[in-house]
């Protein structure tokens, strides 16, 4: 099946410092997703890509959408405490009213922020 | 808006029984659910695609028999554990795609239920 291979596992970061991780995939998608999770809850989607090449970003969070549509890299500028969390990038195949348009999910990068 | 509950947040359950999980679209309708689950330090892995008023599409290793969904009007999706074991204590979340975006990526998560097994 589809796997998505994201790095790095886990960060230990000082607050103020930028971080960045990154998602590969051996499968083509149409759409990536950057979600967080927080501890005991349901993820929140970040940013949505929806074309290669595309560059996005939502406030200090910078996503790119790779150009062979198999890999995408999230920034976050300036962390701060509440950036704390699990980072998960996903794909979707396709958009549509069928089962091929589930998304995938990574397998996660755990932000840690030293005091 | 785009709300999707899930009930109960947490639920202990005793080996053998079986429980039942709740997910919820509250202001929109939702033609499709998903049911992931989510183990400690993993990350999610899709169980079943719900669709109202057929069968569900289940994954690829998940037992069918084991876990029963129901999706039996536009708002309520159902997973139910059956003759749960220790090795089922996990996180299930869903998911739920508004009808009217339904040629879009986008999924509405649900907070998740913590199923702890004894």
């Known amino acids: 099946g589809q796997q998505l291979n994201q790095s790095p596992q886990s960060m230990f970061i000082q607050e103020g410092e930028d971080v960045s991780m990154n998602c590969t995939s051996s499968?083509?998608?149409?759409?990536w997703l950057w979600y967080k999770q927080d501890p005991g809850e349901g993820p929140v989607l970040l940013i949505a890509?929806?074309?290669?090449?595309e560059l996005t970003s939502n406030g200090r969070l910078t996503a790119q959408f790779g150009i062979t549509r198999k890999d995408s890299f999230l920034n976050i500028s300036a962390s701060i405490p509440s950036d704390v969390g699990i980072y998960f990038c996903?794909?979707?195949?396709?958009?549509?009213?069928?089962?091929?348009?589930?998304?995938?999910f990574g397998s996660g990068t755990r932000l840690s922020i030293r005091p | 808006g785009a709300v999707v509950s899930q009930h109960p947040s947490w639920v202990i359950c005793k080996s053998g029984t079986s429980v039942k999980i709740e997910c919820r679209s509250l202001?929109?309708?939702?033609?499709?659910m998903f049911w992931y689950r989510q183990f400690p330090k993993q990350s999610l892995m899709l169980m079943a695609t719900?669709?109202?008023?057929?069968?569900?599409?289940?994954e690829q290793g998940v037992e069918k028999d084991k876990f029963l969904i129901n999706h039996a009007s536009l708002t309520l999706s159902t997973l139910t554990v059956t003759s749960a074991h220790p090795e089922d204590s996990s996180f299930y979340i869903c998911?739920?795609?508004?009808?009217?975006?339904?040629?879009?990526?986008?999924?509405?998560f649900g907070p998740g239920t913590r199923l702890t097994v004894t």
């Open positions: 998911s739920a795609r508004d009808w009217k975006d339904r040629f879009s990526y986008e999924q509405y």
């Open positions: 499968s083509i998608f149409n759409t």
């Open positions: 890509l929806y074309k290669a090449g």
């Open positions: 996903a794909g979707q195949v396709l958009p549509g009213y069928s089962s091929a348009s589930k998304i995938i």
């Open positions: 202001d929109f309708q939702a033609t499709t």
């Open positions: 719900s669709n109202e008023g057929s069968k569900a599409t289940y």
